[in-house]
């Protein structure tokens, strides 16, 4: 059964940062994708980050440079461990629930639709 546990969503003021952790079990593939999405009110859900076993990112164009996105591997197996969002000079539009997701290699950098698991989410909430 694939778990995700998220953490370090919170309020903060713009022009802060936020680092969020991603605890994945049970994903248990060593050609995969991990990545980062976001969904505000209203919204449709969004890629922010991702990363593959190779450890290869891609970003939504507009949130590079401000966002960085980094995993632990577990070292026997290579399975996906953590996953990492450091979230720098946030702005109010970045105010969102941020979900991690796993899906086949094929799926970075795609849509959310190519991700085959999901965890519940965490709210970020920037303040002008």
């Known amino acids: 059964q694939v778990q995700f546990v998220e953490s370090g969503g919170g309020s903060v003021q713009a022009g802060g940062s936020l680092r969020l952790s991603c605890e994945v079990s049970?994903?248990?593939?060593?050609?995969?994708?991990v990545g980062w999405f976001r969904q505000a009110p209203g919204k449709e859900r969004e890629e922010v980050a991702t990363?593959?076993?190779?450890?290869?990112?891609?970003?939504?164009?507009?949130l590079q440079g401000r966002f960085i996105i980094s995993q632990d591997k577990a070292k026997k197996t290579a399975y996906p461990k953590t996953l990492y969002l450091q979230m720098n000079d946030l702005k109010a539009e970045d105010s969102a629930t941020y979900y991690c997701?796993?899906?086949?290699?094929?799926?970075?950098?795609?849509?959310?639709?190519?991700?085959?698991?999901w965890g519940t989410g965490t709210l970020v909430t920037i303040s002008s």
């Open positions: 990363i593959d076993n190779y450890d290869r990112t891609q970003y939504a164009r507009n």
């Open positions: 049970g994903y248990n593939y060593q050609l995969y994708c």
């Open positions: 997701a796993a899906g086949p290699s094929f799926a970075c950098g795609g849509t959310p639709g190519n991700m085959d698991y």
